[in-house]
C-alpha cells in the first residue's frame, strides 16, 4: 500500500508471480500437436474404432450362426441329456 500511495517513501518491491508454489509448476511444459498430427492421430483412433466395431459384428453374427446351427441340428430332448450339471 505504501509502495502505491507513497512512491518515493519505499524501493519498489519485486513481487512474486505467485506466492505459493504448485507442484505441477516446476514442470516443464508439454509441446503442442500440430493440427496434421492431431488429425493422423485421430483417423487411427477412428479406424481403430471401427476395426473393433467390425470384429464385434463378426463374432456376434457367428454366435447366432453356430446356436441357429445347434438348434436345427438336435432336439431339444438331446440338448438337455448332454448338458452336464
Known amino acids: 500500500m505504501l509502495e502505491r500511495c507513497r512512491p518515493g517513501i519505499i524501493e519498489p518491491i ?5 506466492a505459493f508454489t504448485q507442484p505441477q509448476c516446476d514442470r516443464q511444459h508439454r509441446v503442442r500437436l500440430s493440427l496434421q498430427e492431431l488429425r493422423a492421430i485421430m483417423k487411427a483412433c477412428e479406424r481403430d474404432i471401427q476395426e473393433s466395431r ?7 453374427s457367428e454366435r447366432i450362426t453356430a446356436r441357429g446351427a445347434v438348434l436345427t441340428r438336435s432336439s431339444p ?3 438337455c441329456s448332454s448338458t452336464s450339471i
Do not use: H, K
Open 14 to 18: 519485486d513481487y512474486p508471480y505467485r
Open 54 to 60: 467390425a470384429l464385434r459384428a463378426a463374432v456376434a
Open 77 to 79: 430332448v438331446e440338448l
